[in-house]
């Protein structure tokens, strides 16, 4: 049976990820490009689908999905073959939703305090500690995730999981938050590995993105700073 599927995504937010995940799961569905930078997702129509007024989202035949963390996981049951996620292993799938968790929670968050440190900040000199902050912070997690590395290719060691396409996601941002990235040559090696997957070239191609470090390719403006 055909599950009926709609994303909402803006070019190279975090909805990259679970864009990703789609694609890998090689199950049909639609997009719904969202522009965050007019303001699309305050309007009424998108807040009756998403109250939290943030992407990604995606419509599912059970309603409206949230959270990357929630949906890459419900788009790897649903293609059970294509093992986006070690069901069957107990403590690889609790190592991967850690994982997950931490890009979620901490990743995301660091450099949030940057585009977005209004939602915490209420004058100027606390906006501009954090945002001096951003760098730091998102080294030394990304320290934390280049030993992760250190078992394999992949989050998991040899096999792909949706943790993969989540860590893609933030590791285009490094040097955006003006990052270090000199010590994290794992992290970058796994960011041009995810780019030699097709799944990968063909949601880059699709949201009209660049290659990771590669302006010369972009066919698009990224706005990873509105949505979180």
């Known amino acids: 049976m055909t599950v009926s599927l709609t ?3 803006a070019p190279g937010a975090c909805s990259i990820a679970s864009h990703i995940a789609l694609q890998e799961a090689q199950i049909p569905f639609d997009v719904k490009s969202v522009a965050l930078g007019a303001g699309e997702q305050r309007s009424p129509d998108f807040l009756a689908l998403n109250p939290k007024g943030r992407i990604p989202l995606l419509i599912t035949p059970f309603g409206p999905l949230t959270e ?5 996981e419900y788009v790897a049951s649903l293609a059970p073959e ?3 996620a070690p069901v069957e292993d107990i403590a690889k799938l609790a190592q ?3 994982f997950n968790a931490f890009l979620s929670a901490t990743v995301h968050v660091a450099h ?21 902050q951003v760098a730091d912070n998102m080294l030394s997690a990304f320290e934390l995730i280049e030993q992760t590395l250190q078992s394999g290719p992949w989050v998991l060691g040899k096999d792909f999981s949706i943790a993969d396409a989540y860590l893609y996601t933030f590791a285009r ?6 990052v270090d990235t000199r010590g994290l040559k794992r992290v970058l090696a796994h960011r041009t590995r995810m780019e030699q997957r097709p799944a990968v070239q063909a949601v880059l191609a699709a949201e009209g993105i660049a290659y990771s470090g590669d302006g010369a390719r972009k066919a698009g403006s990224e706005q990873p700073s509105l949505n979180r």
Do not use: C, F, V
Not at 68 to 72: E, R, S, W, Y
């Open 96 to 98: 991967m939703r850690e």
């Open 82 to 84: 294509g093992q986006l």
């Open 173 to 178: 941002w490094l040097e955006m938050d003006r």
């Open 112 to 132: 949030a305090h940057g585009p977005r440190g209004g939602r915490w900040a209420k004058t100027e000199s606390a906006l501009q500690d954090m945002k001096a």
């Open 7 to 9: 994303l909402y995504y």
């Open 68 to 72: 990357n963390p929630a949906i890459l």
